[in-house]
């Protein structure tokens, strides 16, 4: 395995786990910022307010990009399992 090609594999780790990750990370960067939004308009300043709808849409999203997710992950992982086998 030359020096390139693990290079290669390196970067599609990290691009897969951006991409299983964002939908959450975004999801849940919306509506905290909706809610503090809505915390500094009412100035409601609740605690748990912040955290519950949070916890939920994030939730929501993993979810509803289950499917997503794992074939990202399958899709990357027979992608490994060519390359092993293209070693011998």
């Known amino acids: 395995m030359t ?12 691009f897969v786990a951006i991409r299983l990750g964002a939908p959450i990370m975004l999801t849940a ?3 905290g ?18 955290f519950v709808p949070k916890i939920l849409a994030t939730f929501l999203t993993a979810v509803l990009t289950l499917p997503y997710m794992i074939q990202t992950l399958v899709r990357f992982a027979e992608g490994l399992y060519q ?3 293209g070693l011998s």
């Not at 020096?3 to 990290?14: H, K, Y």
Request: aromatic content about 0%.
């Open 3 to 14: 020096p390139d090609s693990v290079l290669d594999v390196a970067r599609e780790a990290i």
């Open 83 to 85: 390359r092993i086998a």
């Open 33 to 50: 910022i909706s809610v503090a939004l809505l915390q500094a308009l009412t100035q409601m300043q609740e605690i748990t307010l912040g």
């Open 29 to 31: 960067l919306l509506v």
